[in-house]
Nanobody, 116 residues
Framework: QVQLVESGGGLVQPGGSLRLSCAASGIIFSNYAMGWYRQAPGKQREVVATITSGGSLNYAESVKGRFTISRDNAKNTVYLQMNSLKPEDTAVYYC??????????WGQGTQVTVSS
């Protein structure tokens, strides 16, 4: 059974930082592209950052220079370091595991709220 379990969300003030983690099980983690997506109230889910199995990175324009995605294949975990957080970063953040042979897996999400 495949599981993606996100953690690290919470309430933070504008300008603060959070580090999200996503622990994967039930897949050969190193073979998967991993990503972070987010969905704000009343909006569609959008990609935040992705990292391929080979380590190539991609970021949404809105988070470039502030967020960093990384992966640890030994721990089957992908991270999202979020700095200089803004109120518009408030959303539920979802972890995604993608392989070209099938539809992607999703985690349950973790809430990030940026507010003073």
């Amino acid at each position: 059974q495949v599981q993606l379990v996100e953690s690290g969300g919470g309430l933070v003030q504008p300008g603060g930082s959070l580090r999200l983690s996503c622990a994967a099980s039930g897949i050969i983690f190193s073979n998967y592209a991993m990503g972070w997506y987010r969905q704000a109230p009343g909006k569609q889910r959008e990609v935040v950052a992705t990292i391929t199995s080979g380590g190539s990175l991609n970021y949404a324009e809105s988070v470039k220079g502030r967020f960093t995605i990384s992966r640890d294949n030994a721990k089957n975990t992908v991270y999202l370091q979020m700095n200089s957080l803004k109120p518009e970063d408030t959303a539920v953040y979802y972890c995604n595991a993608d392989h070209w042979t099938r539809s992607p897996y999703w985690g349950q999400g973790t809430q990030v709220t940026v507010s003073s």
